[in-house]
């Protein structure tokens, strides 16, 4: 029986989360219920979002989600990949100020079942936790692309956590069965170059990925399959080792402002991310698109 997930992203500004939903939409493990979009220029994300869905022929519901943080000043503003939207056919009509309703009626409707993967900012999941306290309880799962946590990349400083800190605290002091957060660790790990992307990514969904990397690869000259390698480990079990422990996180102004901390804990509350095995990754990841 296919996996039903909510995603919740920001797509259009690293480009590892079309990665990852191009994945999601070939993987005929997944039932992607719907999508929320987070962080400025939403409509923009959801239009590329959009455009991923009518070419794989589905159709999932997009919500466009909260564009600006909680507490702290909104530092992505833009979702620059969206420039490549315009050619080729995508929606332009999306719901908004209902993307959180829409995953709280979703998750209520599904008890125990629903998988939430969230990979851009915790704003929208941190509102749904903080509007309906049940809803963490009523998940089967919650997986993130989020935090760093025992190998010290970025100081401990990870993008995603770092531009809604408040949201990720709710996010974190929040009990779903599973809480499993695949960190900058691991995800550093998997990687590929600007000419191995363009070669690999040459047909069917991948091929509008491409078209989106290419304004990614204007300023970087590669991809970290951060976001897809989250996906990966809902459906293979042996890409990734984890560990469980306890994380918090940093909510002093300054530098320290979002840095995940993760203290091992036996049965603790929270499934880190704690190895990785990139070619089982990649193998896998391709293999949803042959």
Not at 93 to 122: Q, Y
Request: with cysteine.
């Amino acid at each position: 029986m296919a996996l039903p997930l909510l995603l919740d992203t920001d797509i259009g500004s690293d480009i590892d989360d079309a990665v990852c939903l191009a994945y999601l939409l070939a993987q005929p493990a997944c039932a992607l219920l719907g999508i929320t979009t987070v962080t400025g220029e939403g409509q923009q994300r959801a239009m590329m979002a959009s455009a991923l869905c009518r070419l794989a022929g589905k159709e999932v519901p997009i919500y466009i989600g909260a564009e600006q943080p909680l507490l702290v000043a909104q530092r992505q503003p833009a979702a620059p990949q969206a420039a490549a939207v315009r050619r080729w056919p995508h929606d332009t009509d999306f719901p908004r100020g209902e993307a959180v309703e829409f995953m709280r009626r979703a998750i209520r409707g599904r008890p125990g079942e629903i998988t939430l993967l969230a990979i851009g900012p915790l704003t929208n999941v941190g509102l749904l936790f903080a509007a309906d306290p049940e809803i963490p309880a009523l998940l089967r799962q919650l997986v993130l692309m989020a935090g760093s946590f025992w190998s010290g990349v970025n100081g401990g400083v990870e993008w995603n956590v770092m531009l809604d800190p408040h949201a990720a605290e709710i996010v974190y002091r929040a009990r779903p069965p599973l809480h499993r957060s695949v960190g900058l660790d691991v995800t550093t790990q998997v990687k590929l170059p600007a000419a191995d992307v363009r070669a690999r990514f040459q047909a069917g969904l991948l091929r509008l990925v491409a078209d989106f990397a290419e304004v990614w690869f204007r300023e970087q000259p590669e991809i970290t399959f951060h976001d897809p390698l989250a996906a990966v480990t809902l459906f293979a079990d042996d890409v990734c080792a984890f560990a469980r422990g306890q994380v918090t996180v940093d909510l002093r102004d300054g530098e320290t402002l979002g840095r995940t901390q993760w203290a091992a804990v036996e049965g603790g509350p929270h499934e880190v991310a704690a190895a990785v095995a990139p070619a089982r990754f990649f193998d896998h990841y391709f293999s949803v698109f042959a």
